[in-house]
């Protein structure tokens, strides 16, 4: 076995570069043992620049010791459209230049979905990171950057049994599909150790309030669906501030959500709001916390493996292993449900969950052997 490998992997928004971070380290891990072996493994992180922030962005390179993208797109904000062509007008030159062998997207973002088609149509294999999960909710943009993207790649990684057979079920081969684990996880069992050992030092933002708080829930809420119309989110905060007269809670809001809330007026006591804060900051706020009130995605995976309980506000959720066997309750929106699920956790009668198969903290290199494999077979 000889040769070039050259795998692009690609991250654009917040909750992609907890996922590119362990999968760049598997694979330049794998670089000297690949080389004895005749191979010439090249790894290189390309940036959208979807998310831009430093809050949003540059913070998670720094605290996941992700080099500097070796190339960054720099499309910013727009609309769907607007972003997912100039992603894609852009990601075009970069694969045209570069010629990797793969290209590696993770989640359900438009950088996903607009990375995938543009490789595919330039006949470079593609590789989809958390493929196969399903909310059925072709409402939600994710959804949508799911369904196309499963459809165009070539290597399909998993991250739970519900997953494969969605993919079965859509007509997508079973060889194509791989049952790996979750990379999000790798990132939090890698670093929870560092928030253990006291290595990491929270900012004063996160630090003061925890210590100050004691017993607090964490919340997030940036969902189109949830935020964007007033007769959404006023209700949702009607709940919230409800809970909050129970227990203080941290709110670091996503930037979308920020402008709703100072548009629709709200606020009120009991609710801490942040500005966004990094990976480790936020680790170390939800691992202490006694509930988790999110819209998230990635929320429910990380709660349930911390065994924190948490509260999804949505009416579904494209992770059914976090209500089946960890600690999530898919709440829907509704005020009373909502207080139904924090009420019960809140009096200490929250459901005890387990941790996922596969979920262990290796899943980047068991992705890393495969796309070895079939990168240089
Ligand atoms: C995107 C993802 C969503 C993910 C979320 C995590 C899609 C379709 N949606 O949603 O799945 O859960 O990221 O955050 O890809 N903005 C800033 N600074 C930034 C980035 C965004 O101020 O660094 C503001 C801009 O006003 C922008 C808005 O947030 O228009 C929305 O950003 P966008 O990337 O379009 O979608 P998200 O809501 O962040």
Redesign the pocket.
């Known amino acids: 076995m000889s040769g070039h490998l050259s795998i692009a992997l690609v991250a654009?928004?917040?909750?992609n570069f907890m996922k590119i971070a362990p999968l760049y380290h598997a694979l330049a891990a794998r670089k000297e043992a690949d080389r004895a072996k005749g191979i010439d493994l090249r790894v290189s992180v390309v940036h959208t620049g979807?998310?831009?922030?430093e809050n949003?962005?540059d913070v998670f390179f720094r605290d996941l010791g992700i080099p500097a993208p070796d190339r960054h797109l720099e499309v910013?904000?727009?609309s769907?459209a607007e972003?997912t062509a100039k992603i894609m007008v852009a990601f075009e030159k970069v694969v045209l230049e570069d010629r990797p062998d793969f290209v590696v997207v993770v989640?359900?973002?438009?950088?996903?979905i607009a990375c995938a088609l543009t490789a595919k149509k330039l006949g470079v294999r593609v590789a989809h990171v958390e493929a196969g999960l399903r909310s059925f909710d072709m409402g939600m943009?994710?959804e949508i950057?799911r369904k196309l993207t499963d459809a165009i790649s070539d290597l399909l990684f998993v991250t739970e049994e519900s997953g494969v057979r969605n993919l079965l079920a859509e007509g997508v081969a079973k060889e194509k599909i791989f049952l790996v684990g979750n990379v999000m996880i790798d990132t939090l069992l890698g670093n929870l150790k560092r928030i253990e050992s006291g290595e990491f030092v929270p900012t004063g933002t996160v630090g003061d309030f925890c210590a100050a708080a004691k017993r607090y829930a964490v919340l997030t809420l940036?969902?189109?669906s949830n935020v964007d119309a007033k007769e959404s989110l006023v209700p949702l905060w009607g709940a919230i501030s409800e809970i909050a007269r129970r227990i203080p809670i941290f709110f670091p809001v996503?930037?979308?959500t920020r402008?709703k809330i100072a548009e629709f007026g709200l606020g009120g006591t009991g609710v801490t709001m942040v500005d966004p804060v990094g990976y480790l900051d936020m680790l170390y706020a939800v691992k202490g916390s006694a509930m988790v009130l999110t819209d998230?995605?990635?929320l429910q995976e990380e709660t349930t493996v911390l065994g924190v309980p948490c509260v999804t506000i949505r009416e579904n959720t494209e992770r059914p292993v976090t209500v089946t066997m960890g600690t999530n309750y898919l709440a829907g929106t509704s005020p009373d449900a909502i207080l139904a699920a924090a009420g019960e956790i809140l009096s200490g009668k929250a459901k005890k969950g387990r941790v996922p198969p596969l979920w262990d903290g290796k899943a980047a290199d068991r992705i890393a052997e495969i796309l070895l494999r079939h990168g240089t077979s």
């Open positions: 654009g928004a917040r909750p979807q998310h831009y922030d949003m962005s910013g904000s727009g769907h972003q989640g359900d973002v438009n950088s996903t943009p994710e950057n940036h969902r189109p996503h930037p979308r402008g998230s995605g990635g």
